[in-house]
């Protein structure tokens, strides 16, 4: 496998806030359908894409909805000690990288879902990645925030045929998705 390509999707708003008292601080409902279409669309039907995410965020997602269906769910965590069958514990991003290699022939895409740390792996990290990032163009009360984006190694690239390019406004609240990339050549 060639070094996998992170993809990392995230909503921030304008403090670069990403969550509150462990859950997100607004309802997007389209939000929430762009990215349930990115983390599990696939080209190839065989294969399904791998998602990544903190225990935090794990226990965020209600129990009715998670594991996150049609995806392969990895949980980072040093302290979980269980979770549903199917799903995977891994005690590092290094460790879930490594398992994700395992999977070569089933897997299409690695999806990075958050929290904070673990965009900050993935971001900052040594794998090529792209950030699709809703831009949330409004003021929320957040305590938890994602890691700025390192303008010299991420390029904004117009947006691929998946993601739209419309402005969305729900409840007052207006948002669109952009996407950056950083390629090692
Ligand atoms: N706006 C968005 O797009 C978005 C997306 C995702 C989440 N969120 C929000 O963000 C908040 C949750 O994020 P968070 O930053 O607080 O927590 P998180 O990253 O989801 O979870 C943190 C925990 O995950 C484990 N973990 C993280 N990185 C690890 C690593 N490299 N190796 C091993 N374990 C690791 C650790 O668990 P142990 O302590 O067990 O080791 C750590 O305490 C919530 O409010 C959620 O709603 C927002």
């Known amino acids: 496998m060639s070094k996998a390509k992170l993809n990392v999707v995230v909503a ?17 409902k389209q939000d929430m359908a762009f990215f349930k279409k990115i983390t599990a669309s696939t080209n190839d039907p ?10 935090n965020t794990w226990l965020s997602i209600p129990e009715k909805f998670r594991p996150l269906s049609g995806r392969v769910n990895i ?12 799903v995977h514990l891994a005690k590092s991003f290094e460790d879930a990288m490594n398992l994700v290699e395992t999977m070569v ?10 929290g904070a740390s673990v965009y900050k792996k993935a971001m900052f990290g040594s794998y090529p990645c792209r ?21 010299k190694a991420f390029t904004k690239i ?23 990339e950083k390629c090692f050549n």
């Open 75 to 86: 949980v980072l965590s040093t302290s979980l000690t269980e979770v549903p069958t199917g």
């Open 12 to 28: 921030a708003c304008n403090n670069m806030g990403i969550g509150i008292n462990g859950n997100l601080p607004w309802r997007l």
């Open 131 to 151: 950030i699709y990032l809703t831009q949330v163009l409004a003021d929320f009360k957040c305590d938890t925030f994602l890691p700025e984006i390192d303008e």
């Open 46 to 55: 065989e294969k399904k894409n791998v998602v990544i995410m903190g225990k």
């Open 105 to 114: 022939s089933t897997v299409e895409g690695v999806f990075v879902i958050g």
């Open 158 to 180: 117009p947006n691929p045929s998946d993601v739209p390019v419309n402005e969305f406004e729900e409840n007052g609240t207006k948002f669109h998705i952009v996407v950056y």
